[in-house]
């Protein structure tokens, strides 16, 4: 069970779309239709802003969206916001009742 | 409202058990598809999803923790506790409690750090 892996680091300027990948495998991300997305400020809990690849909860902009296309999740946001610089996650369920997570990409607000 | 809460040492010695303690409130973990969890974090550096225990007391384990980790609920105090055996310097970092309401972690404690330094 290997975790996820994501860019290191996205940059974007305000109003701009970024997109982060996370490649897995058949074994996970491939597999299931169960990948979330958490965002995470510094020395804060990280929060889910996606699950089961494309749903957002009530309350997460609809700048953010999620998709999947084989063994590669994605996180897009569109219209880029200072606020939305802070560290992303991917998460995939991996069978058996267990979960693996990305490697994590710091988004930078230029 | 849903809110989860870890309570435990801060700091253990190496060599040592660590026993981390959550109390939640606003769900109950014998719901159908429910489940109670724990990621850590060490400083700096990703999340890694440790266990969980389901509302029928089913138990999943990390592969490469399996051996060191134990999970055990109590359902009448809304209660889950983690035990980590062998406890090493690289498991320094911060422990998140978390809820798993069928497939995605919906609501996290606040997380509690643990140094591992003798």
């Known amino acids: 069970q290997s975790a996820l892996t994501q860019p290191r680091s996205l940059s974007g300027s305000p109003g701009q779309s970024v997109t982060i990948s996370c490649t897995g495998s058949?074994?996970?991300?491939?597999?299931?239709?169960?990948v979330s997305w958490y965002q995470q400020y510094p020395g804060k809990a990280p929060k889910v802003l996606i699950y089961?690849?494309?749903k957002r909860p009530s309350g997460v902009p609809d700048r953010f969206s999620g998709s999947k296309s084989a063994n590669t999740a994605s996180l897009t946001i569109s219209g880029l916001q200072a606020e939305d610089e802070a560290d992303y996650y991917c998460?995939?369920?991996?069978?058996?009742?267990?979960?693996?997570f990305g490697t994590g990409t710091k988004v930078t607000v230029l | 409202q849903i809110t989860l809460k870890e309570s435990g040492p801060t700091l253990v010695k190496p060599t040592q058990t660590l026993t981390l303690t959550c109390t939640f409130s606003?769900?109950?973990?014998?719901?159908?598809?429910?489940?109670v969890g724990w990621i850590r974090q060490p400083p700096g550096e990703a999340l890694e999803w440790l266990t969980l225990?389901?509302?029928?007391?089913?138990?999943r384990y990390s592969p490469s923790l399996k051996n060191r980790l134990t999970i055990t609920r109590d359902t009448s105090k809304n209660q889950v506790v983690l035990t980590m055996t062998n406890m090493d310097p690289a498991d320094t970092g911060t422990y998140y409690c978390?809820?798993?309401?069928?497939?995605?972690?919906?609501?996290w404690g606040q997380g509690t750090l643990v140094t591992v330094s003798s």
């Open positions: 978390v809820h798993l309401p069928y497939a995605d972690f919906s609501n």
């Open positions: 606003g769900f109950s973990l014998t719901t159908s598809g429910v489940g």
């Open positions: 225990i389901y509302w029928d007391g089913d138990r």
């Open positions: 058949s074994n996970d991300v491939g597999g299931y239709n169960y």
């Open positions: 089961e690849v494309t």
């Open positions: 998460c995939s369920y991996a069978g058996s009742y267990s979960y693996v």
